[in-house]
């Protein structure tokens, strides 16, 4: 009996050191391995302007490096030829043209509710603009990782007057008082405030975060104003370029690319040393695109310098929304893909939430490409549709452009430009012809027609963007 009782005792130990041992290199929760989440936002990057696209003229060591650490999707495309609506697309996974009709109902909603006079009615729509009151109404990506306990921060360029309003837990853009709002710098308050400091000034705040929430996965938004106007890079990254054969406006554009690389590089360092670089999912993007070609001079041009040429931000042509998307994660994608596949970034978010184990809502316009990022998958988008409501104007005092319908279709090799409000339609071939300087409209109509019907059936079924008619009162016509 003795014996008997002995060994039940001696299996119950073993047993229970056996599990003890398990659970010591067996984590079973299913958010044991969450993945850090970086999205890298450059801001007026041009597609060409990078080593990895092809630039051997212009020096972005860091950004080569992530490139070459995962897949970069060759044929990506941003939302909106502006930073805003771009940057609204990447939190909320929304086409522009969906999240105005949102926000403008939430909007219209507020002024109901406030009974606002008609005769205010338009003031009260500029201050809901500026102040962002109806973005945190939207169902975002920092409010959708806290679900599973990521803790997030925002730095860099925000236009929706505060962190908070993004759900961020952390963040560096604070809002502002009316006041403010009408001292000379108010622009760059509404651009993002102290925000605007991230790598311009400093990364600390970044790796503030890292340490206060150390232990939780984090959502971190790393978006600096680079290489973003202005054009004052520090004489280290000047001097790369100084004496070489170019233009003055290649020159100082280039330095700034080079600027944002080397803020990323440090980023890069920090997460090494904290022993948080393997762990973390980093996916680049850029806002909008951008033309600066070594030989073209825009310096004592404000319009083309301050816009990226004829045919990069605030055009509708192919670089003004193409943009390398980059996927990294050590030990989780492998290293050196490249992928000719269309991606839009709207499916940056979508692609987030899968990584995270997170259900993709119904109302995501983007879809995730992790099974294609992984292998299992190799068809991306069929085409890449979307309309713009600002366009480059002729008047060089009218720096941001004027305000216009428009449509974009890429599909194939083929990039449909159609100016509705001038009636202008064109055809390009990008595989050939990337910088849009031969239109092959007349050649190819039934390519043209068959885009312009995509473009067609596009508008039919979201309708008009109430932008235009925001921005055409704003401008009082």
């Given at each position: 009996?003795?014996?008997?009782t002995l060994?039940?005792?001696?299996?119950?130990?073993?047993?229970?050191?056996?599990?003890?041992?398990?659970?010591?290199?067996?984590?079973?929760?299913p958010?044991?391995?969450?993945?850090?989440?970086?999205?890298?936002?450059?801001?007026?990057?041009?597609?060409?302007?990078?080593?990895?696209?092809?630039?051997?003229?212009?020096?972005?060591?860091?950004?080569?490096?992530?490139?070459?650490?995962g897949?970069?999707?060759?044929?990506?495309?941003?939302?909106?030829?502006?930073?805003?609506?771009?940057l609204?697309?990447?939190?909320?996974?929304?086409?522009?043209?969906?999240?105005?009709?949102?926000?403008?109902?939430?909007?219209?909603?507020?002024?109901?509710?406030?009974?606002?006079?008609?005769?205010?009615a338009?003031?009260?729509?500029?201050?809901?603009d500026?102040?962002?009151?109806?973005?945190?109404?939207?169902?975002?990506?920092?409010?959708?990782?806290?679900?599973?306990?990521?803790?997030?921060?925002?730095?860099?360029?925000?236009?929706?007057?505060?962190?908070?309003?993004?759900?961020?837990?952390?963040?560096?853009?604070?809002?502002w008082?009316?006041?403010?709002?009408?001292?000379?710098?108010?622009?760059?308050?509404?651009?993002?405030?102290?925000?605007m400091?991230?790598?311009?000034?400093?990364?600390?705040?970044?790796?503030?975060?890292?340490?206060?929430?150390?232990?939780?996965?984090?959502?971190?938004?790393?978006a600096?104003?680079?290489?973003h106007y202005?054009?004052?890079?520090?004489?280290?990254?000047?001097?790369?370029?100084?004496?070489?054969?170019?233009?003055?406006?290649a020159?100082?554009?280039?330095?700034?690319?080079t600027?944002?690389?080397?803020?990323?590089?440090q980023?890069?360092?920090?997460?090494?040393?904290?022993?948080?670089y393997?762990?973390?999912?980093?996916?680049?993007?850029?806002?909008?695109?951008?033309?600066?070609?070594?030989?073209?001079?825009?310096?004592?041009?404000?319009?083309?310098?301050?816009?990226?040429?004829?045919?990069?931000?605030?055009?509708?042509?192919?670089?003004?929304?193409?943009?390398?998307?980059?996927?990294?994660?050590?030990?989780?994608?492998?290293?050196s893909?490249?992928?000719?596949?269309l991606?839009?970034?709207?499916?940056?978010?979508?692609?987030?939430?899968?990584?995270?184990?997170?259900e993709?809502?119904?109302?995501?316009?983007?879809?995730?490409?992790?099974?294609?990022?992984?292998?299992?998958?190799?068809?991306?988008?069929?085409?890449?549709?979307?309309?713009?409501?600002?366009?480059?104007?002729?008047?060089?005092?009218?720096?941001?452009?004027?305000?216009i319908?428009?449509?974009?279709?890429?599909?194939?090799?083929?990039?449909?430009?159609?100016?509705?409000?001038?009636?202008?339609?064109?055809?390009?071939?990008?595989?050939k012809?990337?910088?849009?300087?031969?239109?092959?409209?007349?050649?190819?109509?039934?390519?043209?027609d068959?885009?312009?019907?995509?473009?067609?059936?596009?508008?039919?079924?979201?309708?008009?963007?109430?932008?235009?008619?925001?921005?055409?009162?704003?401008?009082?016509?």
């Amino acid at each position: 009996m003795k014996h008997t009782t002995l060994s039940v005792v001696v299996l119950v130990l073993f047993t229970t050191l056996l599990s003890c041992s398990k659970s010591e290199h067996t984590n079973t929760s299913p958010d044991s391995a969450l993945p850090n989440i970086i999205l890298l936002v450059g801001d007026d990057q041009g597609y060409p302007y990078f080593g990895f696209t092809g630039a051997d003229y212009i020096q972005t060591p860091n950004m080569d490096s992530l490139a070459a650490s995962g897949i970069v999707f060759h044929q990506g495309y941003v939302s909106d030829n502006h930073c805003r609506p771009s940057l609204q697309t990447l939190l909320t996974s929304l086409l522009p043209i969906d999240f105005n009709k949102q926000n403008f109902a939430y909007m219209d909603k507020a002024i109901e509710e406030q009974g606002i006079p008609l005769d205010s009615a338009f003031a009260y729509k500029q201050k809901f603009d500026r102040m962002a009151l109806g973005f945190n109404q939207f169902e975002t990506l920092p409010k959708l990782l806290a679900q599973k306990g990521y803790a997030s921060f925002q730095g860099g360029k925000w236009w929706e007057f505060n962190y908070q309003n993004g759900g961020f837990t952390h963040g560096m853009t604070k809002g502002w008082t009316e006041e403010e709002q009408k001292t000379a710098g108010w622009f760059l308050k509404h651009m993002g405030g102290e925000g605007m400091d991230l790598a311009r000034v400093t990364n600390q705040p970044a790796y503030d975060f890292l340490e206060e929430t150390k232990g939780q996965p984090f959502f971190m938004w790393f978006a600096p104003s680079l290489p973003h106007y202005p054009f004052d890079a520090p004489a280290k990254y000047y001097d790369i370029y100084k004496d070489q054969d170019m233009s003055e406006s290649a020159k100082q554009y280039y330095a700034n690319c080079t600027w944002f690389d080397d803020a990323w590089g440090q980023l890069v360092e920090y997460l090494k040393a904290h022993k948080l670089y393997e762990n973390t999912l980093i996916v680049y993007v850029n806002d909008n695109g951008w033309e600066q070609e070594p030989k073209a001079e825009y310096w004592d041009d404000p319009q083309r310098s301050h816009n990226g040429g004829d045919k990069g931000k605030g055009s509708i042509y192919d670089l003004s929304f193409k943009t390398p998307i980059i996927f990294s994660f050590p030990n989780q994608i492998e290293n050196s893909q490249r992928s000719d596949l269309l991606i839009h970034s709207a499916d940056i978010p979508a692609t987030i939430l899968d990584y995270a184990g997170i259900e993709i809502p119904e109302s995501f316009y983007g879809q995730s490409f992790k099974s294609i990022i992984e292998g299992d998958s190799n068809t991306g988008r069929p085409y890449i549709v979307g309309n713009v409501v600002t366009s480059r104007s002729a008047d060089p005092s009218d720096v941001m452009g004027r305000h216009i319908e428009g449509y974009w279709v890429r599909k194939d090799n083929w990039f449909l430009r159609w100016h509705a409000t001038d009636e202008e339609i064109e055809l390009f071939d990008v595989q050939k012809d990337p910088f849009n300087n031969i239109d092959l409209s007349k050649q190819f109509p039934e390519i043209r027609d068959e885009l312009k019907e995509i473009a067609m059936t596009y508008k039919a079924a979201h309708g008009a963007d109430p932008r235009l008619a925001y921005y055409l009162e704003m401008s009082g016509k």
